[in-house]
């Protein structure tokens, strides 16, 4: 009987009592949830011409192993290729293409303005 004792009392003291065990989530706030992640918006690949002004014509092809950037049209067959980096989007091929060609528009006019 005393042995049974000495079992019990050996086990509470393993257990230890309610006021020995500490909760570590006790007098903290709940964590929300995380917020929702945000969707990066799709950047386009098809664009409008500036030779002949048709809508989604332009296709524009990265190369990444060549470094090379491609943008042509499927109505008028206009081309344009220019280097790109492992960072360059088809819109950066699309903005060198209208970039080379408002030079070219610009020293035509300069041209112009001399005769």
């Known amino acids: ?3 049974r004792a000495w079992a019990v009392f050996n086990a509470r003291a393993d257990r230890g009592s309610r006021r ?7 007098g903290k706030r709940k964590s929300s949830k995380p917020p929702p992640k945000k969707v990066a ?3 386009d690949t098809q664009f409008t011409c500036p030779f002949c002004n048709h809508d ?3 296709v524009a092809r990265l190369d990444h192993v060549a470094e090379k950037g491609l ?3 499927n109505v008028c067959a206009q081309k344009y290729t ?3 980096t492992h960072l360059s989007e088809p819109i950066d091929v699309y ?3 209208i970039d080379a060609c408002e030079r070219i528009n610009a020293k035509e006019d300069d041209e112009d303005e001399d005769e």
């Open 1 to 3: 009987d005393e042995c």
């Open 20 to 26: 020995d065990v500490v909760r570590d989530d006790m």
């Open 41 to 43: 918006p799709k950047v």
């Open 56 to 58: 989604k014509s332009v």
């Open 71 to 73: 943008v042509e049209c």
């Open 82 to 84: 220019c280097n790109i």
């Open 95 to 97: 903005s060198d293409w």
